[in-house]
């Protein structure tokens, strides 16, 4: 079975201090898909970022990065210098091969919460 | 503007009258879903559709019903509401299945 584990629940820090929200997933497939997504207090859910598992290579976008380890199983998010924007709570998910339907396996979430 | 587009944004209704919520892409994406988001459970998949006529269940399809009759809409119908349905739904596409997926604004629905 699919699983993905977020064990932060919530994270508290002070802006411009650096942060990672934890992911951790469970999968027999050889192909899959790991996202990340983004969801203010307005509601809605922001597509971050989507990883193959043939592809380890790391990603930074501005202040985010990805640490992707197959070896671990874990699909670390880093937000450097945070700020009041960036609180939200961040999903991260996974997904099978396009055979399986596609359906995206949340974890719990990380509420995250920037103070200035 | 891409986007994913649903309708109504908010709805309270009463149990067992039926109700239909909107969802519609301009991206000429194949692959469309509804997700409910419940606190403690998180998001589940309630159906799916990979093209035009094709829909599947999900996780928790018990009490939806979907249909796909063109690309852009696929609107989640239900026959006869009941409380556990009270919710926030969301409405997602994708250029393919396990590709990333697009949320629209979501649906906070409440059944008394």
């Known amino acids: 079975a699919q699983k993905v584990t977020q064990a932060q629940t919530e994270i508290s820090v002070v802006e411009k201090e650096d942060v990672t929200l934890d992911c951790v997933y469970e999968t027999r497939d050889t192909t899959y898909y790991l996202f990340w997504y983004k969801q203010p207090p307005s509601g809605e859910l922001v597509f971050l970022i989507r990883?193959?598992?043939?592809?380890?290579q790391n990603e930074i976008s501005g202040r985010y990065s990805w640490n992707f380890q197959k070896s671990t199983s874990s699909f670390n998010f880093t937000i450097t210098a945070s700020q009041v924007v960036d609180s939200a709570v961040y999903f991260c998910a996974l997904s099978g091969s396009y055979n399986q339907g596609g359906k995206l396996i949340f974890g719990q979430g990380t509420e995250l919460s920037v103070k200035p | 503007e891409a986007q994913v587009t649903q309708n109504p944004r908010y709805l309270i209704t009463v149990t067992g009258k039926k109700l239909t919520v909107t969802c519609s892409q301009n991206?000429?994406?194949?692959?469309m879903s509804w997700y409910r988001q419940d606190p403690g459970l998180g998001l589940r998949q309630i159906y799916y559709s990979m093209n035009v006529e094709v829909t599947d269940k999900g996780d928790v399809p018990e009490g939806y019903k979907v249909s796909r009759k063109e690309k852009r809409n696929f609107p989640l119908i239900l026959e006869s509401p009941s409380p556990n349905q009270t919710s926030l739904y969301f409405c997602?596409?994708?250029?393919?299945?396990?590709?990333?997926?697009?949320f629209g604004p979501g649906t906070r629905l409440t059944v008394t």
């Open positions: 997602a596409s994708s250029p393919r299945g396990p590709y990333e997926q697009y």
């Open positions: 990883r193959n598992s043939f592809d380890e």
């Open positions: 991206m000429n994406h194949e692959y």
